[in-house]
DNA sequence: CAATCTTTGCAATATTGTTGCATCTCTTTA
DNA sequence: TAAAGAGATGCAACAATATTGCAAAGATTG
């Protein structure tokens, strides 16, 4: 029941951004739900050991071409990837991305709820999106 | 005597930074100074083609280290570098690295000098410093 | 000059990102 | 229900990028 409740939601979530509901994607994003932080295509291998690099590879493609969620290149060098927001369009300057990368531990936080002031560009630069990270130590590796 | 004075300038940039301005070395500082835009190794590959990939990947790496360029990451996936202001020291929120990139070109343009007002973050979360990249088109690839 | 340290070049390898194609699955429709 | 078509998946191969070890070359210092 409970879990016929909540496959519901995220039913519902992926078929809000037009993705077809398979099993696969299915579990990708109740993967993606339940982490607080941003993954990168090896943890969701580590944590799927069973299914294909491709299929996870191109599983996390497509939640980014729909909007499902985005992608973020932090100073650890390989792709990351996060929910959006439900009502989320990635568009600037409202929905600017602001994520916290931690030096020590390599996890990338998002803080979704801060607004990020705009910038103003010069006249010619046509601003569509917008990612904001800032580096540092997060609380578990304060000691 | 143009090119020696010029020259004077770029060991004493080096020096500034405590990096030994070998010949290789004064050639990519050379490079970054001439170029607007932030460059990959691959660019800087291209450029010197008799050179070792190598060592111009570790060139640019102690550059890094040093404080003399700092790394990008866009969504175009490679790391870039680009040639930090005289007086920056990388802190946020003070020098936050400001970028524009192009999801036409693929290019990245630096903007040193647009201050980003400072977000406040969770208390525990300890910043070291801060990159904002725009996406959108460049002025170039508007038409 | 000898000893030492740094830089450079070459080779090899690791990691990440990407594509082609055959197969499978699901949906649609005659 | 059978056939057709569209999209998803799995496997294999490959491309691009990042990184390291080590030996040779060059610079530095006593």
Not at 56 to 75: A, C, P, Q, S, W
Not at 78 to 99: F, Q, T
Request: net charge negative; with cysteine; hydrophobic share 30%.
């Amino acid at each position: 029941m409970e879990s016929a409740t909540r496959n519901n939601a995220l039913v519902e979530k992926l078929e809000s951004r037009s993705i077809k509901p398979t099993a696969m994607r299915l579990l990708v994003l109740e993967y993606l739900v339940q982490k607080d932080e941003a993954v990168n295509l090896s943890d969701v291998e580590q944590h799927f050991k069973n299914s294909d690099r491709t299929t996870l590879y191109r599983t996390l493609k497509t939640f980014e071409d729909k909007g499902l969620v985005h992608e973020i290149h932090d100073l650890s060098g390989s792709a990351k990837y996060a929910l959006c927001a439900d009502d989320c369009s990635c568009a600037y300057p409202e929905d600017v991305h602001v994520h916290f990368y931690c030096n020590s531990c390599k996890k990338t936080y998002c803080f979704p709820d801060r607004s990020v002031p705009s910038i103003s560009l010069p006249d010619d630069y046509h601003p569509v999106s917008g990612d904001f990270v800032i580096n540092g130590v997060c609380p578990t590796c304060r000691n």
